[in-house]
Nanobody, 127 residues
Framework: QVQLQESGPGLVKPSQTLSLTCTVS??????????WSWVRQPPGKGLGWMGL???????YYNPSLKGRTSISRDTSKNQFSLQLSAVTPEDTAVYYC???????????????????WGQGTQVTVSS
C-alpha cells in the first residue's frame, strides 16, 4: 500500500520561504515512469498544480509561480520536497503531494489520473 505524508510548518511569515517534505512509503520515487507533484488548494478555490519531480529527477514547474518554486528529492529517504520563496498571504492553502504514472506537465491536470495523494497540510502565510 502506497502512502504519502506531507510535513512542514503550518505557519510561514510573508517574504519567507515555505518548505514542505513528502515522505513516500510502499513505493520508490524512482519507479519508472512515476511523477511526483505538489498541488495546492487555496481557500474557496480548486486544486492547482505547482510542479513535479519525475522518477529520473527531472523537474517541471507551473510558470505562473514565476520561478519561486523548487522541487528536490532525497532518494535515500524516499522523500521529495517543495520550496516556495517570497510567500505572500495569497500562498495560504492546503498543500498536497501526489503521485501518478506518466508525466502530465502544466496546469491542465486530470486529478482522477493521480494514483496517490497525501492527506494535505494547511499552510498559512501571516505575520
Amino acid at each position: 500500500q502506497v502512502q504519502l505524508q506531507e510535513s512542514g510548518p503550518g505557519l510561514v511569515k510573508p517574504s519567507q520561504t515555505l518548505s514542505l517534505t513528502c515522505t513516500v512509503s510502499g513505493s520508490s520515487i524512482t519507479t519508472s515512469y512515476y511523477a511526483w507533484s505538489w498541488v495546492r488548494q487555496p481557500p474557496g478555490k480548486g486544486l492547482g498544480w505547482m510542479g513535479l519531480i519525475a522518477y529520473d529527477g527531472s523537474t517541471y514547474y507551473n510558470p505562473s509561480l514565476k520561478g519561486r518554486t523548487s522541487i528536490s528529492r532525497d532518494t535515500s529517504k524516499n522523500q521529495f520536497s517543495l520550496q516556495l520563496s517570497a510567500v505572500t498571504p495569497e500562498d495560504t492553502a492546503v498543500y498536497y503531494c501526489a503521485g501518478r504514472n506518466g508525466l502530465r506537465i502544466g496546469v491542465d491536470q486530470r486529478w482522477s489520473e493521480y494514483d496517490y495523494w497525501g492527506q494535505g497540510t494547511q499552510v498559512t502565510v501571516s505575520s
